[in-house]
Each structure stands twice: as C-alpha cells, then as structure tokens.
C-alpha cells in the first residue's frame, strides 16, 4: 500500500526537474539600476524637447536679414571747359598750279630747238622754229594772188562806171579778192603756227623734239609746268564739308619737313561717286621753286572756337550701345554717362565735346560703376 501512494510523488517531482524554472535576481540589489537609468535619461530627452514649447525664448524672430549694399567708392575731378580751337587735319599731295602739254599747230621739219628740258621759260618764250620754206612760197603765191584780184576788182568797178560792165562781173570780182585775201590770212596765221612758244611762265618738264625731225600737226611735242604756286589737293568727307570754306587759312607740312602757309581756293560741290568725298585745293606760294610737285603733305586747317574739356585718355570709356564717352557724378551722387566728340589730341591727353561747361568726372573707378548707380564719390577734388 505504501508503493502505490509513493510512486506519482515520484513521477511529480521528475517532471519538475525536467521543466527549467526563470531565472529571478531578486536577491541582487543591483538588478534593477539600469531600467532607473534609462528612465531618468527618457524623461531628461523628452524634458529638453519640450522646454522650447514650456519656456520659449526671449527671441522668437528667426527672420533672416541682409545688409544693404554700400555705394561703390568712386574718385572724381571737377574739369571746367575752356575754348579751344578747332581743326581739320587731312592728308593731300601738292600739284602744279598748271600743268600742259605743248603740241605742233603745223606740220614740218623742225629747225631749231632754243629750249632744254628743266630748263624755265617766260610765257611767250619761243621753243623751237619750223622750217619755214614752204610757208615763205606759200606766202608769196598769195600775195600775187591777192594782188591780181586786186586789179580786176578795181577795172571791174571802173568798167562799171563808164557803163560797159554789168553788177555780175563786179560781184564776180569782189568774191575772187575776198578768196584772195583770206588765203593770205591763212598763210600768215600758219606762220605763226611755225614757232612754238610757252603758253605761260614754267618749267620745260619733257620736250621731245630734234632739230631736222618731221612733227605733224596735233603732235605733243613738250609738257610745261608751273609750281608757283603749288595746288595742294586734299579729299574732304561728307560729315567734314561743311567746316571748310574758301579763304580759310591753312597750315601745310610737306614729306620733305618743308612747311608753308596757304589759303583755301577751292571747295567741291559734287563728292566723288566712288569715295563720296569732296574735293579741295589750297593754294601755297612756291616763288622760289623749293618744294616740288606730286610730293605728299599734311595739311591743317583750324574752322573755328568751342568750349571743350581737357581729359586723359584714360576714363573714356563705352557704354552698353558701344558709343564713347565719359562718366560723372551729379549733386545726388548718382552715374551719368555722356556722349563725347573728341575734337583735338595731344601728347598728353585730348579735348572732347559733350559735357557741361562744369563736370565732376569719374578718374578712378569708372569701369566698376554703371549709369544711374549711386556710388560714394572721393572727397578730394582735383581740378583741371
């Protein structure tokens, strides 16, 4: 009886041995340290999300503000315009004040020659001489010739009067004296054509002829020019035309450093098709032949006054359209820029148009600003 009671204690107590138990520290202090720290370390985070929301700070405002950009620094010169002369400056080439060619009025041997090449001569002056045989016999034929229509016009008229010649025979008489008489002319104008003189006062430039030599009629024979004085031709564009007037003076430097005053004598009308430009003379006294013909000049005209400034060539700059100019600064500190015209140059700077007779013109700085920028101009003022 006791086995039966004994054997399910036994069969309890295998089942509990094979059944493993959890594992439990209560009996270690330490146990539960870390599940204390990472609730402190939880309400801490969540403590230092929320202080934002529990005690907002004094600067809430998280607008983001930019400062206004400063006027860029500029220097400036006051320039004041002052009257200036202006001119027309053009290159040219000096030409003789006549140039012609001499030609044969007759045909004939030449006889002599009395002239040489570069040799100067008078106006009238005698070149050379044809053989003048043929024109002496010519001459004489119509002399008698003259001299025999001469007798029958006067019997004619006589006959006439005594009544035994009629009108016709008359004006038959007066027609042969007149034949007669302009054959003589003709005669005595070749004559003269005999001689070949100078047509006015030069210089023998060529001269191709020889004694004994057959020069027909209409032949050129020479060419004689004069440079006293000289014509100095220079082209004019349109834009240009109307500064220059007759009378003008004009200053002329020649290749050869010759430099003379002239005046203007002329000033086209009609341009060139090809160039549309004008053409004008001025005419420089040359008395003693020093400065030649066909030689290059430069020639300066001055066509009046205007107020202009005195700049360097350095502040001139373009604007957006490409146009030169300058750029100042008005009373309000503000970029303007103005349109200029230079109209002399020197060495040390040039002299333009287009500003007002007083400008503070920007001298450093001008390539960083732009028209109507407010810029921060320099205290210091230079004046011109």
Do not use: C
Request: proline share 4%; no cysteine.
């Amino acid at each position: 009886m006791s086995k039966a009671v004994k054997a399910p204690q036994v069969d309890a107590e295998i089942a509990d041995i094979q059944t493993p138990a959890p594992l439990e520290f209560t009996s270690d202090k330490g146990a539960s340290r870390s599940t204390w720290i990472a609730a402190i370390l939880l309400v801490a985070i969540v403590a230092w999300m929320g202080s934002g929301f529990i005690f907002p700070s004094e600067n809430t405002d998280t607008t983001i503000t930019r400062e206004e950009p400063k006027p860029v620094a500029v220097a400036v010169s006051t320039s004041h315009a002052k009257t200036v002369t202006q001119f027309y400056r053009a290159e040219g080439q000096a030409l003789p004040d006549r140039d012609t060619k001499m030609r044969a009025e007759t045909s004939g041997d030449i006889a002599e020659v009395l002239v040489s090449k570069g040799q100067d001569v008078e106006a009238g002056a005698v070149i050379a001489r044809f053989d003048p045989t043929n024109n002496d016999a010519d001459a004489n034929r119509a002399n008698e010739e003259l001299a025999r229509a001469q007798r029958e016009f006067d019997n004619a008229e006589a006959l006439l009067e005594r009544g035994v010649s009629t009108k016709d025979r008359v004006a038959q008489a007066r027609a042969s004296l007149a034949a007669a008489q302009a054959s003589v002319i003709s005669i005595e104008q070749n004559a003269k054509s005999l001689t070949i003189t100078a047509p006015f006062a030069g210089r023998i430039e060529t001269l191709d002829l020889d004694e004994g030599e057959f020069v027909s009629t209409g032949s050129e024979v020479g060419r004689i020019v004069d440079i006293t004085p000289l014509t100095v031709a220079i082209q004019v564009p349109q834009q240009s035309l109307t500064r220059l007037a007759v009378g003008l003076p004009a200053q002329v430097r020649f290749i050869t450093g010759e430099e003379r005053v002239g005046t203007v004598s002329f000033v086209g009308t009609s341009a060139a098709s090809e160039t549309r430009t004008f053409l004008a003379e001025i005419t420089v006294e040359n008395q003693d032949g020093a400065v030649p013909a066909g030689i290059s000049a430069e020639v300066t005209i001055p066509t009046g006054e205007t107020n202009a400034h005195f700049l360097s060539p350095s502040i001139v700059s373009l604007n957006t359209e490409g146009t030169l100019g300058v750029k100042t600064v008005n009373a309000q500190n503000v970029v303007e820029f103005h349109k200029i015209e230079i109209v002399k140059a020197q060495i040390d700077g040039i002299w333009v148009t287009g500003l007002p007779d007083a400008a503070d013109v920007i001298t450093i700085g001008q390539g960083y600003v732009n028209e109507a920028e407010i810029v921060a101009p320099s205290a210091e003022v230079v004046g011109q």
